[in-house]
């Protein structure tokens, strides 16, 4: 499954990534994308979930971003928080055929330590992801309860292989995450 992204929701992400940009103050950077541009990437990873069930992605979006929102999404009365990001193409095809694993580079889904203190207001954290070369699509990797993760997965600094992560963070083996369906 994945969800064609439309030039109207491009449009649509630059123009809202423009509105957040004064009121947020942005928890890390990445190397491979601008600020901005990360705006962009969650923006349309929202848009495309929301799109995904069938919804029209048009309503999920705010009147304002003066401050964090509490959620991305409501599905079954569960607070949902949307995570995109964008993967090397050789690592989003293993991620989205579950052929990737768990401590190989890209094998897990990383949560900045400066997000965890807001994982209590959701109920789930739902990740998808851009192939970084062409993002044209948008992918559902996933699902886990937020209370999983703050049990079972600590903030490090330190890969499995040994090596260090950008920032540190809670790394969610991929193996681990649910159907999106499910909540459906």
């Known amino acids: 499954m994945k969800v064609l992204i439309t030039p109207e929701m491009r449009e649509a992400a630059k123009n809202e990534a423009l509105k957040r940009d004064k009121f947020i103050r942005h928890h890390f950077e990445v190397g491979h994308l601008s600020p901005m541009e990360r705006d962009v990437v969650g923006f349309l990873g ?3 979930r929301v799109s995904l069930i069938k919804t029209d992605w048009k309503a999920n979006i705010r009147e304002n971003y003066f401050t964090i929102d509490d959620y991305d999404v409501v599905i079954n009365e569960l607070k949902i928080d949307i995570k995109t990001e964008t993967v090397p193409r050789i690592s989003a095809l293993k991620i989205i ?12 889904r990383l949560i900045n330590k400066n997000q965890l203190a807001f994982l209590d207001k959701y ?4 990740f998808g992801l851009f192939i970084r070369e062409e993002m044209d699509y948008w992918y559902p ?11 079972d997965y600590p903030a490090t600094i330190f890969r ?6 950008p920032f540190p963070g809670s790394p969610i083996p991929t193996s681990i995450l649910q159907d999106y369906k499910t909540l459906i």
């Open 46 to 48: 929202e848009f495309a």
């Open 160 to 165: 499995p292989d040994g090596k260090r992560y």
């Open 97 to 108: 055929d579950k052929t990737i694993h768990d401590n190989e580079l890209y094998g897990r």
């Open 141 to 151: 990797i996933g699902i886990i309860d937020t209370k999983t993760i703050i049990r």
């Open 123 to 126: 109920d789930w954290i739902f």
